[in-house]
T-cell receptor
Framework: SQQGEEDPQALSIQEGENATMNCSYKTSINNLQWYRQNSGRGLVHLILIRSNEREKHSGRLRVTLDTSKKSSSLLITASRAADTASYFCATDAPNAGGTSYGKLTFGQGTILTVHP | DAGVIQSPRHEVTEMGQEVTLRCKPISGHNSLFWYRQTMMRGLELLIYFNNNVPIDDSGMPEDRFSAKMPNASFSTLKIQPSEPRDSAVYFC??????????FGQGTRLTVV
């Protein structure tokens, strides 16, 4: 089953607008992370929110987590053309023994296009 | 630190040939992950190591795939024999207990 499914699949906005991406997952988690990927490049870590946290901020990024609904959202405020990229949520879930080595399960991602 | 280093960046090979992808994790990181990214299946975890020991290889698609981590500073992912459906971007990532995962730039593999 797919863990970490994002919507929308694609989002197109104008510079200065806010962009909101949502992520749903299926199992219990230790934490949820958001990554960014520019075309043809590797993934860059943006922010991590732990299962006991509800909201976290980092610069223009705001992440929320609702463990009862198994969902998270990433808000990018005052978007810039340079924010154009794919954004992925990834869940870090405990294995059967309750431990976690930090393995991540990724969603399909949201392609964000910010027009100047 | 130069980050996670993967080589080669691009690989084009013929079906049936052996392919070896290489990864140098960030010094001090004790967990290493191999992921594969395709348009159809997205990012899939293939295998991961902790302290050089393979922990879970359930994501390795077939016996044609194998991975090793002979020491803390080097890992390989080998495909033998390669097939066109193996074409993808393969990412290596490393992390320590106290950091997030850092990804390499990936190896774009094309099997013709």
């Amino acid at each position: 089953s797919q863990q970490g499914e994002e919507d929308p699949q694609a989002l197109s906005i104008q510079e200065g607008e806010n962009a909101t991406m949502n992520c749903s997952y299926k199992t219990s988690i230790n934490n949820l992370q958001w990554y960014r990927q520019n075309s043809g490049r590797g993934l860059v870590h943006l922010i991590l929110i732990r299962s006991n946290e509800r909201e976290k901020h980092s610069g223009r990024l705001r992440v929320t987590l609702d463990t009862s609904k198994k969902s998270s959202s990433l808000l990018i405020t005052a978007s810039r053309a340079a924010d154009t990229a794919s954004y992925f949520c990834a869940t870090d879930a405990p294995n059967a023994g309750g431990t976690s080595y930090g393995k991540l399960t990724f969603g399909q991602g949201t392609i964000l296009t910010v027009h100047p | 630190d130069a980050g996670v280093i993967q080589s080669p960046r691009h690989e084009v090979t013929e079906m049936g040939q052996e392919v070896t992808l290489r990864c140098k994790p960030i010094s001090g990181h004790n967990s290493l992950f191999w992921y594969r990214q395709t348009m159809m299946r997205g990012l899939e975890l293939l295998i991961y190591f902790n302290n050089n020991v393979p922990i879970d290889d359930s994501g390795m698609p077939e016996d044609r795939f194998s991975a090793k981590m002979p020491n803390a500073s080097f890992s390989t992912l080998k495909i033998q024999p390669s097939e066109p459906r193996d074409s993808a971007v393969y990412f290596c990532a490393s992390k320590s207990e106290f950091t997030e995962a850092f990804f390499g730039q990936g190896t774009r593999l094309t099997v013709v």
